[in-house]
Each structure stands twice: as C-alpha cells, then as structure tokens.
C-alpha cells in the first residue's frame, strides 16, 4: 500500500496548508486604503459631466436669474454694459467678438441660417454697443435660431474652445480642484482672457501678488481667496457688473465651507435670490 510523505509526516501536511494559503492571499487583491478607493482625480475635474453641469447652472443663476441654463440659448438683451447685445449660455456679445465667431460657426455648419445674413453687420459693430444693422429683427432671428439643434451646439462648441477649455487647462496648471477651476471659468465668462486691467489674466496677476497657487507651492484656500478679492475689485470698475453677490454670497460661500470639489449639496445666493443643488 502507498503511504503518502503526509501520512509519515504530519509536519508536512500543516506546512504544504500554510503554503496553500499565502498563495491564495498573494493571488487575492488586498482591500484598498480609503486613498486607493478614492474616485479618480478626473472625476473631480470641472470637465466630469456631472461637475459641468453644476457649472453650468451655477453660471446660468448668475447671468440668468435661472438654473434652467439650457433655457437660455435663446436668451438676448442689451443689459447696457457697453457691450452691445449679450446672448446665449454664456452671454455671448455683439461688441466683444465672440457673437461674431458663434454666429460664423453656426453659417459654416448651416449655410444660409437665419442669422447668417447678420455677419457683415456683426463685423461692423463689433468692438461697440451699436445695434446698426442688427435692429430691428436680430433679437427675434436669435431666438429662432435657438430652436435649432445645430445652433445649440455651435453655442455649446463656443463656450467649451473660448471660456470652459482655457479656464480648465490654467485652473489644472495651478493645481486647482473643482471649485477653483469653477472660479476661472466665471470670470472668464464675465471678464474675458484679454489684456486689459479687469480681464482674467489681469485678475489673476493680482492674486498671485498677494498668494501662490498649489504648483507654486501656496495652499489652496488662501489662493482662492487672494483670487476672489481680485475678481470683486475688478467687478466694482464697471457699473453694470458690480454687484459682487455671484462671488460673495455663492463662491465664497463654498470656499469658507471647505467645499474644494464643489460636492452637492450646494446652497447659494445671487442677486438675493436663493438656490439649491441636490
């Protein structure tokens, strides 16, 4: 009969057990830290889908008085800010350049829209609050317009390549959360990313005077702050712009409670009207 070397050797059957088991501990993944479980850091980004449209209603109570920011493609008026008539999701304007290149984007995908035929006016009245050539029927062919789905996205494309990207790329460059990237996107869609003295640039090189962002070694919050102070400056120089309650009682709102990936729920004020993310 064969014995087997664990029948002789009872040493050898607990030692062969002990084997068995480490290797299938070494074969079975180990829990994860709460730090390796963490959702990755792009999730966190403004980009993530569900962090932009935060963004987007955020902006949209600001600009619109409305969370329902996809309401506001056909959104037109002239708020007297001496930019001429400002329009669409993010405020495009007829005097600053950006309704011009929306609108020649929208011509270039539908050729002979109904705002097509404006182009030469909107070339002309573009850095002035002129309405020539645009009065008496451009607010109402906006509106029109808005009904279409390939003019929805022109406005969407415009936003992303002019406003949502730059902000993304400069926000990520300085080591900011989703907050602070939600800070540069605003004030470059109010602001613009020009060179003058209440542009984003500008406003930027005023906070970085008095703090340093996360890749230069400064901490966060205390950034955030120097940048938030910069934009309230630059909002009080115009008029039409300076009711700071979008960065006061919404942004700052957000930062004083910690809230750097900008997580729902969020509870803020503009303009003294209340609002509610879930």
């Not at 070397?5 to 074969?27: F, K, N």
């Not at 020009?194 to 340093?212: E, V, W």
Request: with cysteine.
């Amino acid at each position: 009969m064969y014995t087997s070397r664990a029948a002789e050797d009872p040493t050898a059957a607990s030692r062969r057990t002990v084997l068995a088991l480490l290797a299938a501990l070494a074969a079975t993944p180990l829990i994860a830290s709460p730090a390796a479980v963490a959702a990755p850091r792009a999730t966190r980004d403004l980009d993530n889908p569900a962090k932009k449209e935060i963004a987007m209603k955020l902006v949209s109570s600001a600009e619109n008085s409305s969370l329902d920011w996809k309401a506001q493609y056909q959104y037109i008026e002239d708020i007297g800010d001496g930019r001429g008539y400002t329009a669409g999701i993010v405020g495009f304007c007829s005097g600053t350049g950006d309704m011009l290149d929306l609108v020649q984007l929208y011509a270039d995908r539908r050729p002979g829209n109904v705002l097509a035929r404006y182009l030469p006016a909107l070339r002309a009245v573009n850095g002035t609050d002129s309405h020539a050539g645009l009065d008496p029927d451009f607010p109402e062919d906006w509106r029109e317009a808005a009904r279409d789905t390939a003019f929805q996205r022109a406005q969407n494309d415009e936003r992303d390549r002019v406003y949502f990207d730059p902000a993304l790329r400069r926000a990520k460059a300085d080591g900011l959360r989703t907050l602070g990237q939600f800070t540069y996107f605003d004030a470059i869609v109010m602001h613009g990313d020009g060179d003058d003295a209440t542009s984003f640039r500008a406003i930027r090189r005023r906070a970085l005077n008095k703090a340093k962002p996360p890749t230069q070694g400064g901490d966060e919050t205390t950034y955030l702050h120097a940048f938030l102070d910069a934009r309230v400056w630059a909002m009080k120089q115009e008029e039409a712009h300076s009711d700071t309650s979008r960065v006061d009682t919404a942004q700052r709102v957000f930062l004083r409670k910690g809230n750097l990936d900008l997580d729902p729920p969020l509870d803020w004020k503009v303009y003294g009207d209340s609002y509610h993310i879930d």
